[in-house]
Structures are given as structure tokens and as C-alpha cells.
């Protein structure tokens, strides 16, 4: 504490009213001036900090970052073709969203893999291999493969920190960089890392393609098979040979006897009546009838009278001979007027309308007694062909879920063959073509480097400066004196009324 200090602390004035004992209130100025006083403590605590961060600074190693540039145009492979139907209509990736889809792949942990298994480790991480020796030499050599699998990929994701890929926007070119200690090594090491890239790209862009399709059509054209065997036990279980053909024979056969039994209905209808008239007929008609009648008398009456002309040129009317002639004429005409038509032998015979009708009759009788035949025999074929055909129907929804099925693997079939080929198509198409991603600009060696070492040292100045400024508060802060009167003043409310200075 200063002179100045101990003449204020003493030379107050205590009351009842002021407590025994105040802390330091003090104000910007007094802690600009405790800082300063504590400069040398300051001075202390910056100088072994950034000496330290200087010292780090100059270790950092100087890396050499090599730039390439890839150009990405949209490819056949790019592009998204359903393969499940064929109404869909095929969607292509904007650019942003196609290059970011390359950016994943380039990015992908196997293609730094890839690269990386291309040099040997001590060229491009020196300190690993190093390492990973001396474990080896500590290790059996049962564990030397586990130790080499966890440098390696130690390895990946150490040059994957040193790998960056980025992409302007609406801009499709892809800049890629690496850095390395060795110029050389950054620039072969990312045009590694470029080349299993574009391999990488082709093996994911080959696999998927036609390999799926196929699995996909064998899968379906197992199930196929599966249903055909299938609709085949169905068949022989219900003793069927084509299905659809006795379906339709049946229905056509139950058609048509289904006419000739309403045909045959009806003509035994007509026939029955047509032989009703002609029993009607029959018993009203005589199945017999006079066929003629054999007399002789009018032409013996003319005959006498012809022979009494004949006397009378001979004899007079007063003879016995033709008296007796004239007794004949009288008995005969006596005869014929006694009767009203001929009289003599008459022969019957039978009556030929009478035999029409009944021949007629007869024929109905048998076409009746046909047609009754013929009504049995289409009944029992109708009633067979109506068990069959039902039994048919019954058996069509279980048929039909089968022939769907059956449809539809054979179309997903055709579908995947369709899309098979088409496949393997543009696979060749894209292989024989130009690739959709062309390199811009090779990797070089670079010629400049950079480091780190400015802004560690930047960065273990700012450090330093700021500790030692904390240090130098946290002291100006906790101190038990007054620095100047003022803060005598402020923190106990009575005058200074002297300040001595040190003598």
C-alpha cells in the first residue's frame, strides 16, 4: 500500500454512522491504474503463453493443397425409369439435386479406400506407419492383421478430413482439393481419389440395373410356374381337359338342346291337336262305302220295246206275241216305277277319305310317340348338361382367380424381360458412350503452400494477451487499498481533505 493510500485509510474520520470496515469502490480510471500497476504480472503471464504458441506455430508443417475440377452433365443412368408398369412416365434429377448426389458418392468412404490402397501407407501418412510398426514389433503376430486394419482405417478417415469437395450454385462442376506435406503426394493422391471415384460411380451405377431385373423376373417366373401347376391339379381334380372349351361347349350344348326341346314342345303341341281333329273325324265318318250298283232293268225295258217294233212289222197288236211282249214291258216298267233309283248288286269297299284321314291319324300317333322319345332323351341330356355346366359355374370364380394370377405373372414377366433388356441396352450404350462426369482439370503438383503458422500465432497472441489482461483485472479487482482519493471518497462518503505523496 502507498503512502497515499495509508494517509487516506488513517486520516478518516470514523462515526457511528460509517461502518468499521468498507471495500473499494472504484471507478474506470482506478482500474486503468491498478492495471498498469500490474503490468509486470501482466508481462509474466503473456510472455511464457505466446512463447508457447509461438513455438507451436513454427511446428505446424506447411501442406500443399492440389485442386481439380469434374464437370457433371445428366446420364442415361441418372435418369429414374419405373420398372414396375409401363404407363409411368420416367423423372430426371434437377442439377442441384443431381450434383449433390454425386458429391455423396465422391465423398463416400470407399472411394477414399480405394484411393488410399493405391500407395503405401508410409508415403502418405509416415507417422501412422511408424506407429503402427512399433505396435506390431510389441504385438504377436496374431493381432498384426487387426492392427493393420485399424491404421488403415485410421488412415481413411484422416485423408478423408484432408479431402473437400464443394459445388457452386446452378453451377455443374464439382471442385475437389487435398492437402499434403509432399506436393507430390497431394497431387497424385487426389487424382487417385478422382479415378476411384469415377470407378466407384460405375460399379454403383452397373450393379443395380440389370441384375435387379433379373432376380425380379425369375422371382415372378417361379410363381408362374407355381400357378400353372396349379391351374393343371385344378384341372385333373376336376377331370376337366380345357376349362374354358367345355365351358363354353357346355353352355352352347345346353343352347341348342335347350331349342330342340322347345322346338320338339311345341310340334308335340300341334301334333296333339292336329290328331284330336282327326279322331273327331274318324268317329263321325263310316270307314266303309258303296262302291256302284249292277241293274240291268232299264236296258231290258229297252230292249223289249226294240224287239216289240220288231214283232209289229210282223204281227198285229192283237197277237200272242206281242201281247206277251206288252205283258214284259208293263211287269218291267211296273218294276222301275216301284223303286226310286237302280236297284241290283251292289259291292262296298272302303272309304278312301276315311283312310287318309286315319293314315294321317296313324302318322301323327307315331310322331307323337317320336316326339315323346325324343322330349325324354333332350330331358336327360339337358338335366346332364345343366349338372356339368353348374358344376362349371361353380367351379368358374376358383378358375378365374387362377387364370388371373396367372395373368398377371405372365405380364409382370414380360414387363421385367422388357425392362431386362432395355437395361442391359443402356448398360452398353452408357459404357460405349462418353461418361456423364468429365474431369475439367486434372490434379497438379502445387507450387505454393500453406500453413498454419500465422494464425496459431495470431490466435497464441490473442490468447496470450487475453489471459494476462484477465489475470491483471482478477488482481486490480481483488486489491484492499484505495488507489486514488476519489475512491477514498466514493467508498466511505467524507472529504479527502490532504494527500501525502511518498517521500
Keep these: 500500500m502507498t503512502e497515499r493510500e495509508d494517509w487516506g485509510a488513517g486520516s478518516t474520520a470514523r462515526t457511528d454512522q460509517t461502518p468499521a470496515r468498507h471495500r473499494p469502490r472504484i471507478g474506470p480510471v482506478e482500474v486503468a491504474l491498478q492495471l498498469w500497476r500490474a503490468k509486470w504480472i501482466m508481462l509474466l503471464v503473456f510472455l511464457p503463453i505466446f512463447l508457447a504458441g509461438l513455438y507451436a506455430a513454427f511446428q505446424m508443417p506447411t501442406e500443399y493443397e492440389a485442386r481439380s475440377r469434374l464437370y457433371v452433365r445428366l446420364g442415361d443412368e441418372s435418369v429414374y425409369r419405373p420398372r414396375v408398369g409401363t404407363d409411368s412416365p420416367t423423372l430426371a434429377p434437377e442439377t442441384e439435386q443431381l450434383l449433390l448426389a454425386e458429391?455423396?458418392?465422391?465423398?463416400?468412404?470407399?472411394?477414399?479406400?480405394?484411393?488410399?490402397?493405391?500407395?503405401?501407407?508410409?508415403?502418405?501418412?509416415?507417422?501412422?506407419?511408424?506407429?503402427?510398426?512399433?505396435?506390431?514389433?510389441?504385438?504377436?503376430?496374431?493381432?498384426?492383421?487387426?492392427?493393420?486394419?485399424?491404421?488403415?482405417?485410421?488412415?481413411?478417415?484422416?485423408?478423408?478430413?484432408?479431402?473437400?469437395?464443394?459445388?457452386?450454385?446452378?453451377?455443374?462442376?464439382?471442385?475437389?482439393?487435398?492437402?499434403?506435406?509432399?506436393?507430390?503426394?497431394?497431387?497424385e493422391l487426389l487424382n487417385a481419389m478422382i479415378g476411384a471415384y469415377l470407378d466407384y460411380r460405375a460399379d454403383v451405377f452397373a450393379a443395380g440395373g440389370s441384375d435387379s431385373l433379373r432376380d425380379q423376373r425369375k422371382k415372378f417366373e417361379g410363381q408362374l410356374l407355381d400357378v400353372e401347376d396349379e391351374i393343371r391339379a385344378f384341372l385333373r381334380a376336376n377331370n376337366i381337359g380345357d376349362f374354358e372349351s367345355e365351358r363354353v361347349t357346355a353352355q352352347q350344348l345346353y343352347a341348342t338342346i335347350s331349342g330342340e326341346l322347345l322346338t320338339n314342345r311345341s310340334r308335340a303341341s300341334a301334333v296333339e291337336g292336329?290328331?284330336?281333329?282327326?279322331?273327331?273325324?274318324?268317329?263321325?265318318?263310316?270307314?266303309?262305302?258303296?262302291?256302284?250298283?249292277?241293274?240291268?232293268?232299264?236296258?231290258?225295258?229297252?230292249?223289249l220295246k226294240i224287239e216289240r217294233e220288231e214283232l209289229l212289222s210282223r204281227y198285229t197288236p192283237d197277237s200272242r206275241a206281242v201281247q206277251a211282249i206288252d205283258t214284259r214291258i208293263d211287269q218291267i216298267e211296273t218294276y222301275l216305277n216301284s223303286r226310286d233309283g237302280l236297284s241290283g248288286t251292289t259291292r262296298r269297299g272302303p272309304n278312301p277319305v276315311y283312310q287318309q284321314i286315319e293314315q294321317a291319324a296313324a302318322n301323327l300317333e307315331a310322331e307323337s310317340?317320336?316326339?315323346?322319345?325324343?322330349?325324354?332323351?333332350?330331358?336327360?341330356?339337358?338335366?346332364?348338361?345343366?349338372?356339368?355346366?353348374?358344376?362349371?359355374?361353380?367351379?368358374?370364380?376358383?378358375?378365374?382367380?387362377?387364370?388371373?394370377?396367372?395373368?398377371?405373372?405372365e405380364a409382370n414377366v414380360e414387363n421385367f424381360s422388357v425392362r431386362e433388356i432395355e437395361e442391359n441396352a443402356l448398360a452398353e450404350i452408357s459404357n460405349e458412350s462418353a461418361d456423364s462426369v468429365r474431369v475439367l482439370e486434372?490434379?497438379?503438383?502445387?507450387?505454393?503452400?500453406?500453413?498454419?503458422?500465422?494464425p496459431v500465432a495470431a490466435l497464441a497472441l490473442l490468447f496470450a494477451a487475453f489471459t494476462a489482461f484477465m489475470v491483471g483485472l482478477l488482481w486490480a479487482l481483488t486489491r484492499g487499498g484505495f488507489p486514488t482519493a476519489r475512491s477514498v471518497e466514493r467508498t466511505t462518503g467524507l472529504p479527502v481533505l490532504g494527500v501525502v505523496g511518498k517521500a
Design 274 to 303: 292336329q290328331l284330336d281333329i282327326y279322331n273327331q273325324q274318324l268317329a263321325t265318318m263310316a270307314p266303309e262305302q258303296d262302291l256302284y250298283v249292277e241293274d240291268s232293268s232299264a236296258q231290258r225295258l229297252m230292249e
Design 103 to 187: 458429391l455423396e458418392v465422391l465423398q463416400s468412404p470407399v472411394v477414399a479406400e480405394r484411393a488410399l490402397s493405391r500407395f503405401p501407407l508410409n508415403r502418405i501418412f509416415p507417422d501412422m506407419a511408424e506407429a503402427m510398426d512399433k505396435e506390431m514389433s510389441h504385438a504377436p503376430d496374431a493381432q498384426h492383421e487387426a492392427i493393420a486394419e485399424e491404421t488403415f482405417q485410421k488412415a481413411i478417415s484422416a485423408l478423408m478430413k484432408k479431402f473437400e469437395a464443394g459445388t457452386a450454385p446452378k453451377t455443374p462442376v464439382i471442385s475437389t482439393s487435398l492437402t499434403h506435406e509432399d506436393p507430390a503426394v497431394s497431387a
Design 369 to 409: 310317340q317320336s316326339l315323346a322319345l325324343q322330349q325324354s332323351e333332350l330331358d336327360r341330356q339337358l338335366t346332364r348338361i345343366e349338372t356339368r355346366l353348374q358344376r362349371l359355374n361353380d367351379l368358374t370364380p376358383q378358375w378365374q382367380e387362377l387364370q388371373r394370377r396367372k395373368a398377371l405373372m
Design 442 to 454: 486434372p490434379a497438379r503438383v502445387p507450387v505454393k503452400g500453406s500453413s498454419l503458422k500465422t
